[in-house]
């Protein structure tokens, strides 16, 4: 059974069809690369899978239960975690406060205490290898450095499903590859099933193990990177996009 079954849904922003009749399943443990052009709706589908925003039309079930029309809180403790493409961290918080909050409204179990949340924290910043900078201000991370916060925030509310938005764009290699293998790690030691949006297409093809393509809200190709690269679809819809250059 899949963890996550998406069937039929429409979103609507006015008289613009943002997402039209996507169905979707996701397996447990399955690493899920979003790509397509700029506009596509991939931001969107991901707010919709976490109740950032409310499908126009159709049903969302994680783990068998409709979560269709939970609020995000609600969806957050039922364990699924979300990296937004432009994040926002509490900049006046250190690093280790900043995952806490994560534990803090993230945990299935009610609100845990306060040194519970701490300890959270600093497991998931150990876990993401910034521990040495628990106490430092938010703004002397680097980009990359930003990013495994953003993740460890994310850990910190133990969730199942975890959704990444263009997590590793701005990256230099060395820093894309230390990502692909921290998502890689997330999924096999701590079973987290990934679905991530991605435009640097090296990064699609070394990490994920299927990808669906979105175009104007809709899923014009699902497979492994290799027959949905060679997809004539997808080259005419994606590929001639991206030759517009906006590629990492
Ligand atoms: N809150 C909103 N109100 C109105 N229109 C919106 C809203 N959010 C998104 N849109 C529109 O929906 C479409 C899809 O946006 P979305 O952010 O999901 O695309 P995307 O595939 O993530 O693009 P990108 O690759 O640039 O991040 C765009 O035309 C966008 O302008
Ligand atoms: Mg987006």
Redesign the pocket.
């Known amino acids: 059974m899949p963890i996550l079954d998406i069937e039929g849904i429409d979103k609507r922003?006015?008289g613009?069809k943002?997402i039209d009749d996507v169905t979707l399943g996701v397996d447990d443990g399955e690493i899920l690369a979003v790509v397509?052009?700029?506009?596509?709706?991939?931001?969107?589908?991901l707010?919709l899978i976490v109740g950032l925003?409310e499908p126009t039309a159709g049903t969302i079930r994680f783990g068998g239960r409709d979560i269709t029309p939970l609020p995000a809180h609600r969806i957050r403790q039922l364990g699924i975690a979300m990296v937004e493409?432009t994040p926002r961290p509490f900049p006046t918080m250190t690093v280790l406060e900043n995952v806490a909050v994560g534990a803090l409204f993230g945990s299935p179990n009610g609100m845990p205490t306060e040194g519970a949340a701490l300890a959270t924290g600093e497991e998931m910043l150990t876990f993401v290898g910034l521990e040495d900078r628990k106490d430092d201000h938010i703004d002397s991370l680097n980009l990359h450095e930003q990013r495994f916060l953003e993740l460890a925030r994310a850990l910190a509310g133990r969730p199942r499903l975890l959704l990444l938005?263009?997590v590793m764009a701005g990256l230099n290699d060395a820093e894309l590859q230390a990502s692909i293998r921290m998502v890689r790690t997330i999924r096999d030691e701590l079973g987290v099933t990934v679905i991530w949006?991605e435009?640097v297409m090296a990064a699609v093809v070394e990490l994920a193990e299927r990808v669906v393509v979105?175009d104007f809200?809709r899923i014009i190709a699902d497979g492994t990177p290799e027959t949905v690269m060679r997809d004539p679809r997808v080259v005419e819809a994606y590929l001639g996009a991206m030759a517009g250059g906006?590629d990492a």
């Open positions: 922003f006015g613009l943002v397509g052009p700029n506009g596509a709706g991939k931001s969107t589908l707010k925003e493409q938005d263009e949006i435009h979105l809200g906006t």
